[in-house]
């Protein structure tokens, strides 16, 4: 079975015992954490797993659920799923906040992801332009660059000026500025 608790968890009827603390959660994370859309899509992708992994194991609600069984969860992901330990480290980060959650809300009483270590990742640094290159690319869009030159000088001085990456770029609008 398998659960799509985003976009759709605050329009579903509770049909497991799951169900509603997640709308709840994921509520919480929409309306008060304002996550993005895709971080919230993520979000959903692991909780899924981990409700699936849990009514797998014969768990019917998340009072049930031991820090042992989410460390099987967790070595699952990595060694039979095949996820990267950057995804395992996401998804245990999903699992964290949404505990946390259910214990402030009273729905569980202890978390069991305290315990619970973040697999080791190969920190990769990523490569960075030096200024004469950063000053080259600056300089690329300019009046002879074509029509849309100063909509592509906007957009590489919003990236180097406020270290913003590419989709986060595209995602901005008008509406997102102060006049």
Known sequence: MRYLFYPICHQMQATTPFDQPLQAFFSYLRIEAGLAEATLDAYG????RLVQFLQENGIEHFAATTPRLLADHIRDLHKDQGLQPASVARHLSTLRMCFRFLKATGVVEEDPTRLLESPSRWKRLPGVLTPNQMRKL?????????????????????????????????HIRLTDFEQ
Request: with cysteine; hydrophobic share 45%.
């Open 45 to 48: 992708r692991d909780i899924a």
């Open 138 to 170: 600056i300089e690329a869009a300019s009046e002879g660059a074509g029509r849309l030159w100063m909509r592509d000088r906007a957009i590489i001085e919003c990236m180097y000026g406020g270290g913003l990456r590419a989709s986060e770029v595209g």
